[in-house]
């Protein structure tokens, strides 16, 4: 695709500085729920920890290490950049069953209904719904088994389902901070600065999906 010079210099540079502003977030976060919760000192402390790790950090290096700019695996083959993918999703996914299996089990024992709230229920598609995508991931490692779409095919539905599923883990993230409990223990100011990060990551990730990644693949045969 032809581009004016100084505009795609300055695009690449807009798109490397998201980049590394996303991989920069997703650790904050990560490390800000962790000093928040301090996991291990209750059950439930583990709950926020495992999923901040599994979506806000694990995630977003999974995504954006296919990232033309800001992969931290750039010099690496393809075949790397997509062994490391898999890796890093399927241990995302065993932290948020974990997360899902902590907080239900801490439910249970503290007898309180479950499912109950927004962040409950739209936490528990969630998990649900990157675990079938973990599957669905792995008709890409062996496409002779769904011979009815092509492997282009099969890699654009992916990357848009998978798109879906960050999204849906931020509105988890989001919604988790809007709880009772995290809005009493982490109040003003950093309340706010918690909120914008889901929502930045979620923004960078998308713009980084659907124009490296999904306009590409589109205009494939
Ligand atoms: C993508 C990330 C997350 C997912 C998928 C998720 C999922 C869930 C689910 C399914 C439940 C309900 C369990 C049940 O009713 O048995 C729950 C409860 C809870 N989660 Fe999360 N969670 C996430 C992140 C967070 C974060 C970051 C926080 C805190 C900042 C948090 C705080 C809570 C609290 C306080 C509860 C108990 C109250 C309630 O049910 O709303 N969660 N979570």
Known sequence: ????????????????????????LGLAFTI???VVTKP???????????????????????ILLFSPESS???????????RS???????A?????????????????????????????VGLVTVLYICMQSVGGMSLLYPKLMRKWSLAKLKLYHATSGLVGYLLGCSSLLLGMCSV?????????SWYLALCCPVLLALV???????AYLKKKRMQP
């Open 205 to 211: 990730l998308m713009n980084q999906m659907t124009n």
């Open 72 to 82: 931290p695996i750039l010099s690496y083959s393809r075949k790397v950049k997509v």
């Open 93 to 121: 996914t065993v932290c948020a069953v974990l997360g899902l299996a902590i907080i239900s089990c801490n439910k249970y024992l503290n007898d309180k209904p479950h499912f109950t709230s927004w962040h409950g229920l």
């Open 181 to 189: 409990w995290f809005t009493e223990t982490v109040t003003g100011i």
């Open 40 to 62: 291990g000192t209750s059950l439930f402390s583990w709950h926020p920890f495992l999923m901040a790790l599994a979506f806000s950090f694990i995630m977003t290096q999974a």
């Open 1 to 24: 695709m032809a581009e004016p010079g100084s505009e795609f210099w300055l695009y690449r540079g807009l798109r490397k500085a998201a980049g590394t502003a996303a991989h920069l």
């Open 32 to 34: 800000g729920i962790g």
């Open 85 to 91: 993918h898999w890796v890093l999703q399927g241990l």
